[in-house]
Nanobody, 119 residues
């Protein structure tokens, strides 16, 4: 499976963006689809995730501002990002997490898309 992320760009403080992650295959086979980000000099961190059953999880820093959703028919995961802040500036990566057994799991990563928020 290949993941292609797009939708990043430069927006002003308080603006919004919508990221999309298109998968080459079905995403319904994955346990969790998620968005991660990595800011310069920092570790990659989980931003938002959506499980196969539709449950979502967000980093505290984006709760109430970001919304993750998925469209299985289009094999696409979205991240609607509102009220963006300069600290949201990072490269955003799409992730697909599959679980085979309790000890075997795998991840697919998309290429990053750069999000820059100007102050």
């Amino acid at each position: 499976v290949q993941l292609q992320a797009f939708g990043g760009g430069l927006v002003q403080n308080g603006g919004y963006l919508r990221l999309s992650c298109a998968a080459s295959g079905s995403i319904s086979s994955f346990s969790v689809m998620g968005w991660y980000r990595q800011a310069p000099g920092k570790q990659r961190e989980l931003v938002a995730a959506i499980a196969r059953d539709g449950n979502t999880n967000y980093a505290d820093s984006v709760k109430g501002r970001f919304t993750i959703s998925s469209d299985n028919n289009k094999s696409t995961v979205y991240s609607q990002m509102n009220t963006l802040k300069p600290e949201d500036t990072a490269v955003y990566y799409c992730n697909a997490h599959g679980v085979v057994t309790t000890t075997i799991e795998y991840h697919y990563w998309g290429q990053g898309t750069l999000v820059t928020i100007s102050s």
